[in-house]
């Protein structure tokens, strides 16, 4: 049926249609009259449907409010009243996608799915959350997320717990947090943006029971509401549900939840921060300088897509000029640029890290120096091309990886929605694309500059400082502040909390009711797919280059790999093979200087990356495949260019460039040190693996904590060491870029491929073709140590355990992946969430045998490491009924039915292809799945007992925390240099 505008349909208003050509669909708003709620509906041809309801939460202080609310509502409603219907759909629903998020300014829950039916059970759960939460039956909702006072009668001691509390510390340890933190706190002084929607851990026990709920009343209603439904679903169906099931309930009501709008400043401001390193840490060049210019209003698209490019002219490439300009200055080490599009007035940033304080006039000077320069001169019109071309291939390839494209348009749709726009506004982009394009005549992006940066006094300056110590004054003020309260406490306030502390684990320790957990609904295992998704790959050779193909719908897009073996470097020279592709097309090469080569890339490629892949082995421990990875795309049309280009790059990269080396060098340490802080589960993780699985032991030397300290020493002692590590770099080049260590990989459509894989016969003649040694190297080392505390200046830690079960004698089987859904969502969850107050923690169970367990953002250290000895009993005592087991079934299949790009499966079929994984292994994994009962799940609890018994341990986290736990481990060291 043809929708009419103005036409009612089940109380919905149809206020606009619209044909969204960029992105295949159709665009429908509505409006729901009784309520007054907001609907988008982007009918597309995807099978991806998302489903998602936002509310406009403008934070009215810094105790986390918007961001506690979140995670409270999920934690049961009216028609779902167990504790956890979250973790019951993660567990068994076909989601593809399922979470919430809290920005500045709204409150998004999304949710997506395949399935039809899935879909519809997804939405109600959600719906039923956000109107009818349990928040007003159980205060210990807020308690348990937010934050309680805890009592322990042994020790006599007050302290404070929560999820978001503890998430928060977490995140308020990174200093590039608590940079973007303290810039919306001094540009916007007067709005909501000042505030932490967050929490800040200070103000978070600010927030009562009382605040919450109110919030809760006026901002969580329908006419607060935006709901947006992409793909091909029905519509009318959808409409009519959710009118009779929610909307019909709700008169519309005036909420005043606008963000008024910042004046700009007169002057400019300067404010500084301090943050916390350990106290062994060196504090030079560590400190981070910013300049941060409130630009524009995004309900202006145009500006809104050309200043995020101006971002990238002017710092986002190798020929950017203001970040050549503040690199060669040496201020500092690493520069990047940031433009932060989700907030009403979107702000333009600048940034340079590991610099010092004295520096902060400078960095202003050059800035604005440079800034003029551009503008009398003009940028480049190579680059500006070039950066044109690479948004736009991104915004037509619309490859958002493992989230649904659905997902992200709904997301890029509030960005002018929220504000009373259009919705479509920034997902309608050739025409804007058009206008930006004048650029390549006219001073376009020069008047931008003017206009927003050099002339704009609705800036701040900020100093990001670091402090040695602050996190152990900041621990011991907390505990002054704890004991004070103590003992102010009388008697009787203390009865009180004990038992209110009683309430709460008797609240979070009963268990959900059969009838409460059978609420949640269920599809059946014949909803799946019995068989694994096959990706389709074709064996063939050029002469005698194994190539594998991919014949995928693409889009006109041409998706090229390229596979080096790496079994001819000795072992001791895998860290300079991670520098050496951390470097490739960096650098410049015979034909073009580094800057002219990043233009040149942008201009004819979607980008061309290189990285180190250890491919393990199916079924065993030991072997692993050590590969070098190019990784290019492009439009079909533009095949030769990019050949051209990775022939350029692999081939003539000038090893020479001192000065330049040692620029990259400096920035990859720096994006290290950032990971350490955002990503320390995978770093601990990564770490503890390489204690006993060479394979892992290669990923920790090119890319880990040994990775780190190579670069870090390199760049201590450049001028001794540059010679030789100039001479190493060019004796692994040889024995990497060899004819018989290549193996190339092509995804693209069908009839195009055999024309597409022809330059790769130009491409041989570029290769060394010598006699190569023929011995293969064994790389079998792993890690001389067992475990290790790892420690640097943070609040928490990331705790992992690691084991081999080949090693211990046992088998792969696709039980595995059930048990892993069993422990992720069950056991760890409650044990290490929800009692021990961490963020997360996870597990995995690969094919050569690796497993391990990790927590993420976690404030114990040696409480965790007990909940993993109590594994393997309580996965002996495992037992459910049918309808649960078929949950985690569902729940595990789901999570390997993730829907993938065309690049995703040419990878993924790859990685099968060197790890020996073939269809037939797929399809027995699948079927041991499907068959999985309760006693298959209970005959790994010897598996986990002899695959952990070796106490492989890393610890990455708080000094103190790991230096009183020494007896654990065989060494401590300081992560950082
Ligand atoms: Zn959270």
């Given at each position: 049926?043809?929708l009419?505008k103005?036409?009612k349909?089940?109380?919905?208003?149809?206020?606009?249609?619209?044909?969204?050509?960029?992105?295949?669909g159709?665009?429908?708003?509505?409006l729901h009259?009784?309520?007054?709620?907001?609907?988008?509906?982007?009918?597309?041809?995807?099978?991806?449907?998302?489903?998602?309801?936002?509310?406009?939460?403008?934070?009215?202080?810094?105790?986390?409010?918007?961001h506690?609310?979140?995670?409270?509502?999920?934690?049961?409603?009216k028609?779902?009243?167990?504790?956890?219907?979250?973790?019951e759909?993660?567990?068994?629903?076909?989601?593809?996608?399922l979470?919430?998020?809290?920005?500045?300014?709204?409150?998004?829950?999304?949710?997506?799915?395949?399935?039809?039916?899935?879909?519809?059970?997804?939405?109600?759960v959600?719906?039923?959350?956000?109107?009818?939460p349990?928040?007003?039956?159980?205060?210990?909702?807020?308690?348990?997320?937010?934050?309680?006072?805890?009592?322990?009668?042994?020790?006599?001691?007050?302290?404070?717990?929560?999820?978001?509390?503890?998430?928060?510390?977490?995140?308020?340890s990174?200093?590039?947090?608590?940079?973007f933190?303290?810039?919306?706190?001094?540009?916007?002084?007067?709005?909501?943006y000042?505030?932490?929607?967050?929490?800040?851990p200070?103000?978070?026990?600010?927030?009562t029971?009382?605040?919450?709920?109110?919030?809760?009343?006026?901002?969580?209603h329908?006419?607060?509401?935006?709901?947006?439904?992409?793909?091909?679903?029905?519509?009318?169906?959808?409409?009519?549900?959710?009118?009779?099931e929610?909307?019909?309930?709700?008169?519309?009501?005036?909420?005043?939840?606008?963000?008024?709008?910042?004046?700009?400043?007169?002057?400019p401001?300067?404010?500084?921060?301090?943050?916390?390193?350990?106290?062994?840490?060196?504090?030079?060049?560590?400190?981070?300088?910013?300049?941060?210019?409130?630009?524009g209003?995004?309900?202006?698209?145009?500006?809104?897509?050309?200043?995020?490019?101006?971002?990238?002219l002017?710092?986002?490439?190798?020929?950017?000029?203001?970040?050549?300009?503040?690199?060669?200055?040496?201020?500092?080490?690493?520069v990047?640029?940031?433009?932060?599009?989700?907030?009403?007035?979107?702000?333009?940033?600048?940034?340079?890290?590991?610099?010092?304080?004295?520096?902060?006039?400078?960095?202003?000077?050059?800035?604005?120096?440079t800034?003029?320069?551009?503008?009398?001169?003009?940028?480049?019109?190579?680059?500006?091309?070039?950066v044109?071309?690479?948004?736009?291939f991104?915004?037509?390839?619309?490859?958002f990886?493992?989230?649904?494209?659905?997902?992200?348009y709904?997301?890029?749709?509030?960005?002018?929605?929220?504000?009373?726009?259009?919705?479509?506004?920034?997902?309608?982009?050739?025409?804007?694309?058009?206008?930006i394009?004048?650029?390549?005549?006219?001073?376009?992006?020069?008047?931008?500059?003017?206009?927003?940066?050099?002339?704009?006094?609705?800036?701040?300056?900020?100093?990001?400082?670091?402090?040695?110590?602050?996190?152990?004054a900041?621990?011991?003020?907390?505990?002054?502040?704890?004991?004070?309260?103590?003992?102010?406490?009388?008697?009787k306030?203390?009865e009180?909390?004990?038992?209110?502390?009683?309430?709460?684990?008797?609240?979070?320790?009963?268990?959900?009711?059969?009838?409460?957990?059978?609420?949640?609904?269920?599809?059946?295992?014949?909803?799946?797919?019995?068989?694994?998704?096959?990706?389709?790959?074709?064996?063939s050779?050029?002469?005698?280059?194994?190539?594998?193909r991919?014949?995928?719908?693409t889009?006109?897009?041409?998706?090229?790999n390229?596979?080096?073996?790496?079994?001819?470097?000795?072992?001791?020279?895998?860290?300079a093979?991670?520098l050496?592709?951390?470097?490739?097309?960096?650098?410049?090469?015979?034909?073009?200087?580094?800057?002219?080569?990043?233009?040149?890339?942008?201009?004819?490629?979607?980008g061309?990356?290189?990285?180190?892949?250890?491919?393990?082995?199916?079924?065993?421990?030991?072997?692993?495949?050590?590969k070098?990875?190019?990784?290019?795309r492009?439009?079909?049309?533009?095949?030769?260019?990019?050949?051209?280009?990775?022939?350029?790059?692999?081939?003539?990269?000038?090893?020479?460039?001192?000065k330049?080396?040692?620029?990259?060098?400096?920035?990859?340490?720096?994006?290290?040190?950032?990971?350490?802080?955002?990503?320390?589960?995978?770093?601990?993780?990564?770490?503890?693996?390489?204690?006993?699985?060479?394979?892992?032991?290669?990923?920790?030397a090119?890319?880990?904590?040994?990775?780190?300290?190579?670069?870090?020493?390199?760049?201590e002692?450049?001028?001794?060491?540059?010679?030789?590590?100039?001479?190493?770099?060019?004796?692994?080049h040889?024995?990497?870029?060899?004819?018989?260590?290549?193996?190339?990989?092509?995804?693209?459509d069908?009839?195009?491929?055999?024309?597409?894989?022809k330059?790769?016969?130009?491409?041989?003649?570029?290769?060394?073709?010598?006699?190569?040694?023929?011995?293969?190297?064994?790389?079998?080392?792993?890690?001389?140590?067992?475990?290790?505390?790892?420690?640097?200046?943070?609040?928490?830690?990331?705790?992992?355990?690691a084991?081999?079960?080949?090693?211990?004698?046992?088998?792969?089987?696709?039980?595995?992946?059930?048990?892993?859904?069993?422990?992720?969502?069950?056991?760890?969850?409650?044990?290490?969430?929800?009692t021990g107050?961490?963020?997360?923690?996870?597990?995995?169970?690969?094919?050569?045998?690796?497993?391990?367990?990790?927590?993420?953002r976690d404030?114990?250290?040696?409480?965790?490491?007990?909940?993993?000895?109590?594994?393997?009993?309580?996965?002996?005592?495992f037992?459910?009924?049918?309808?649960?087991?078929?949950?985690?079934?569902?729940?595990?299949?789901?999570?390997?039915?993730?829907p993938?790009?065309?690049?995703?499966?040419?990878?993924?079929?790859?990685g099968?292809?060197?790890?020996?994984?073939?269809?037939?292994?797929?399809?027995?994994?699948?079927?041991?799945?499907?068959?999985t009962t309760?006693?298959?799940?209970?005959?790994?609890?010897?598996?986990?007992?002899?695959?952990?018994?070796?106490?492989?341990?890393?610890?990455?986290?708080?000094?103190?925390?790991i230096?009183?736990?020494?007896?654990?481990?065989?060494?401590?060291?300081?992560?950082?240099?």
């Open positions: 049926m043809e009419q103005n036409e349909y089940y109380g919905f208003l149809l206020q606009e249609k619209r044909e969204m050509k960029d992105i295949n159709t665009g429908y708003l509505f009259e009784k309520s007054g709620a907001k609907l988008f509906y982007l009918s597309t041809r995807d099978d991806n449907k998302v489903f998602s309801v936002s509310f406009r939460t403008p934070p009215l202080d810094s105790s986390g409010l918007p506690i609310l979140e995670h409270s509502v999920l934690c049961g409603s028609k779902y009243p167990l504790k956890d219907p979250f973790v759909l993660a567990k068994g629903s076909m989601n593809t996608f979470n919430a998020m809290t920005f500045s300014d709204k409150t998004m829950y999304p949710v997506a799915s395949r399935n039809q039916q899935d879909f519809l059970n997804l939405m109600d959600y719906l039923d959350s956000v109107f009818y349990n928040i007003y039956r159980y205060p210990e909702i807020l308690q348990q997320e937010g934050w309680h006072y805890v009592w322990d009668e042994d020790k006599g001691q007050l302290s404070i717990k929560g999820v978001v509390f503890n998430e928060m510390k977490g995140a308020f990174s200093p590039e947090q608590m940079l933190r303290k810039t919306q706190e001094s540009l916007f002084p007067d709005n909501p000042g505030n932490e929607s967050g929490g800040d200070n103000h978070i026990p600010e927030l029971q009382d605040k919450f709920l109110k919030y809760h009343q006026e901002y969580y329908p006419s607060n509401a935006y709901f947006y439904i992409y793909g091909d679903g029905d519509i009318l169906n959808h409409l009519e549900y959710i009118d009779e929610y909307l019909s309930k709700f008169t519309a009501i005036d909420i005043d939840s606008a963000i008024c709008w910042q004046n700009a400043f007169e002057e401001v300067e404010q500084s921060i301090k943050y916390p390193v350990s106290s062994e840490e060196n504090t030079e060049d560590k400190t981070y300088l910013s300049l941060n210019f409130v630009a209003d995004s309900r202006n698209p145009e500006l809104h897509l050309s200043m995020d490019m101006l971002n990238h002017l710092l986002g490439t190798s020929a950017a000029p203001l970040k050549k300009k503040l690199i060669q200055s040496e201020i500092g080490k690493d990047f640029g940031y433009y932060d599009s989700s907030i009403q007035q979107p702000v333009f940033g600048i940034v340079v890290k590991n610099s010092n304080e004295e520096s902060v006039n400078q960095f202003a000077e050059i800035v604005f120096e800034l003029q320069e551009v503008v009398e001169n003009g940028f480049d019109k190579k680059l500006i091309e070039s044109i071309n690479s948004f736009e991104k915004l037509r390839e619309a490859d990886g493992r989230y649904p494209k659905g997902l992200m709904g997301m890029k749709m509030m960005e002018s929605w929220l504000y009373d726009a259009d919705p479509y506004l920034h997902l309608e982009f050739t025409p804007v694309l058009k206008k394009k004048k650029s390549l005549e006219e001073p376009y992006f020069e008047n931008l500059i003017q206009k927003y940066l050099m002339n704009n006094t609705h800036r701040s300056l900020i100093k990001v400082i670091p402090e040695p110590g602050l996190n152990e900041k621990e011991e003020a907390f505990a002054r502040e704890m004991e004070e309260l103590r003992d102010r406490m009388t008697g306030e203390k009180s909390l004990i038992r209110n502390n009683e309430r709460l684990l008797n609240w979070q320790n009963e268990k959900a009711t059969k009838e409460e957990i059978e609420t949640i609904p269920l599809l059946s295992i014949d909803d799946l797919d019995p068989e694994p998704e096959q990706i389709p790959i074709e064996l050779n050029l002469g005698q280059v194994p190539v594998l991919h014949p995928l719908f889009n006109n897009i041409v998706y090229t390229l596979y080096f073996d790496l079994k001819h470097l000795d072992s001791d020279q895998m860290p093979a991670g050496l592709v951390s470097m490739m097309g960096k650098l410049s090469t015979d034909q073009h200087h580094y800057e002219d080569l990043s233009n040149e890339i942008n201009l004819h490629t979607g061309i990356g290189f990285s180190l892949e250890g491919f393990p082995q199916n079924g065993d421990s030991m072997e692993y495949e050590p070098l990875q190019i990784k290019a492009a439009l079909t049309s533009k095949n030769h260019e990019m050949w051209r280009l990775i022939e350029e790059i692999s081939q003539g990269t000038k090893w020479t460039e001192k330049r080396m040692r620029e990259v060098i400096r920035e990859i340490k720096s994006r290290l040190e950032m990971s350490m802080l955002q990503e320390g589960h995978l770093v601990s993780v990564k770490r503890a693996l390489s204690y006993l699985s060479p394979a892992s032991q290669f990923l920790e090119t890319s880990g904590i040994q990775f780190y300290h190579y670069i870090a020493d390199l760049d002692n450049f001028e001794e060491q540059f010679e030789t590590f100039v001479e190493t770099l060019k004796e692994i040889g024995k990497i870029f060899h004819i018989n260590n290549l193996t190339a990989s092509f995804t693209a069908e009839k195009d491929l055999d024309e597409l894989q330059p790769l016969l130009g491409f041989f003649d570029s290769l060394h073709q010598n006699e190569l040694e023929e011995v293969l190297k064994n790389f079998r080392s792993t890690n001389p140590w067992k475990n290790e505390g790892l420690y640097l200046s943070s609040d928490v830690q990331y705790v992992a355990k084991g081999n079960l080949l090693q211990s004698g046992y088998n792969y089987a696709g039980s595995l992946q059930v048990l892993k859904t069993i422990i992720s969502l069950d056991y760890l969850w409650k044990k290490i969430r929800v107050g961490a963020y997360g923690a996870m597990s995995g169970f690969q094919r050569n045998g690796n497993m391990f367990f990790v927590s993420y404030p114990n250290l040696e409480e965790t490491l007990k909940v993993y000895d109590g594994l393997a009993s309580y996965v002996s005592n037992s459910v009924d049918d309808r649960e087991m078929t949950k985690y079934i569902i729940g595990t299949l789901s999570r390997m039915d993730t993938l790009t065309p690049a995703m499966k040419s990878e993924k079929a790859d099968y292809y060197f790890s020996a994984v073939s269809q037939e292994d797929l399809v027995k994994e699948r079927q041991e799945i499907l068959s309760p006693e298959t799940i209970t005959t790994l609890a010897e598996m986990i007992t002899e695959s952990m018994k070796d106490e492989y341990i890393c610890v990455l986290g708080n000094e103190n925390r230096k009183n736990a020494q007896g654990i481990f065989q060494r401590l060291i300081p992560v950082l240099r």
